[in-house]
């Protein structure tokens, strides 16, 4: 529980924008803040002080702490809740859109919530209202991605769920994630963390103590939620051990896979929950993931593909795909050093993807188009001289790349004759992020046509949170990929995840190759690939369709132009 103080200095803060939203008056408004500010601070909990001792409170705010501390609340609050409807209070954060536009738009045109406000932007609504001109249209829209976006990209997700299952640890038997997490999603709304415990009150108990909680949200016997940084929240619950796969199937999700199984369940006359599947009282499996995915008569599912898109009726027909592992991979075709941006030596890499146990390792530092890198053919033919003595130091094959700038009209930094001199060239968009579909889509095509161009890298050019994606006619591109035998990157770069798991699948369909790689910039940076391969996994790729899982003669009859 938040303190009472917190508690109620926040709600002091939404009367304060309430009260100046619906026309009161500025003083006022001012020292309502005053007040919340001075009760968070006060040291002492609001229920065991006298409140006029606190700085700022007035007698007026004192009657409404006193009824805060008898009822949760006040009425001029709930008055004002009343009056200004909670979509509208969401309309009003809107960073690029203000309050007073906000209400002005509540009350002329009935917009009531960001929601409705995109609409009315997309429907032509606004044009023609006083101060909506394109341009702050297209930075409302903005604006209002900005605000619904909670989400975390799996890396600080992941991060953090490991960090919570290692303190948890000595209090539990079995310990999973599971949700999006599990399903290897790129953003993660929460994480969910399932357990056995022998105490699991202790175990509550623990969860709460966590010295990194920011908030606990809420907690009882089997259920604890609390957040942390990035505003992001862990739930971790307890399940009994005998049916432990069932919570597991259950929390995993989604929960349109978990709809869909449900389903079949019925239709069996049985019943599925977190705890088991049931023919009457009796439980038929529950232990484990496999146990209850057979009894319904279904293989198990990777968790990847549980999104009910297709999955289930292929497991049905015996036909799921073998998915790639992290352990297939024998190669990273898409790596830097510090020749530009990478922060460690040559050398250091390669000892690292040597000890990774790759069989293959291509060095693809930045080509001079991309100018604050200073890179030039000297340096990269200098680099490439190096490579012989490493590749016998470390025994692994070592390929001479370099990661290509895609110009805004497709062609790429150096002539045909300096290209067919590395052994892998990987292809960018690193500017014009914002050229119209057509342009973009033409770009793509031009860059893929060149003999020498064997893998796109990053293709959306998308950083999670950061940058959208660029605009591209996909299907466009991606018939050109595969026609032109040209492969498509998946960064594992868990900020990026480029290309997202969708349009791996839509490029799939297309009979588009694939590498998963990790951009690393530094050695650690080796270690993402599991990012990537769980987007491969989520896009229905096999081994085959990974050209780095591929033997090296295989590989390099890949990479002739
Ligand atoms: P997130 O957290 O937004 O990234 O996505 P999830 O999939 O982790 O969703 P979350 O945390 O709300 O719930 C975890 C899993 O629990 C979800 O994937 C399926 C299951 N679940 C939650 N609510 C329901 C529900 O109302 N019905 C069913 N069948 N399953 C649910
Ligand atoms: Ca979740
Ligand atoms: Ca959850
Ligand atoms: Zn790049």
Known sequence: MARANDEMAALLDEYASLFALTGGDAFRVRSYQKAAKSIAGFPDDLRETDIRRIPGVGSAITGKVEEFLRTGTFHQLERLRGEVPEGVRRLTKIPTLGPKKAMMLFQDLGIDSPEALVAAIEQGRLAGVRGFGAKTEANILRGVEQLTQTRVHAGVAMGIAKQVMRDLAPLT???????????????????????????PLALMEAVRR??????????????????????????????????????????????????????????????????????????????????????????WIPPPLREDTGEIEAARRGELPVLVQAGDLRGDLHTHTDLTDGVATLAEMVAAAAARGYEYYAVTDHAPNLAMQRMTLEKALAQRAELPALERRYGLRLLHGTELNIAADGTVDWPAEILAGFDVCVASVHSHFTQSREEMTRRFITACENPYVHVIGHPTARKIGKRPSVDADWDAVFKACARTGTALEIDSFPDRNDLPADLVRLARTHGVKFSVDSDAHAVPHLANIPYGIGTAQRGWLTADDVVNTWPVDRLLEFLKP
């Open 173 to 199: 038997r079995r310990m999973e994630y599971a949700g999006s997490l599990r399903r290897c999603k790129d953003t993660i709304g929460d994480v969910d963390v399932l357990a056995t415990a022998d105490d």
């Open 210 to 299: 966590l010295p990194y909680v920011v908030e606990v949200v809420a907690s009882g016997p089997a259920k604890t939620s609390i957040r942390v940084e990035h505003g992001l929240q862990v739930d971790v619950r307890v399940v009994p051990e005998e049916s432990f796969g069932a919570a597991l199937i259950y929390f995993t999700g989604s929960k349109e896979h978990n709809v869909h199984i449900r389903e079949i369940a019925v239709r069996q006359g049985r019943k599925l929950s977190e705890y088991g599947l049931f023919e009457g009282d009796l439980r038929v499996a529950a232990a484990t993931e496999e146990e209850v995915y057979h009894a319904l008569g279904l293989p």
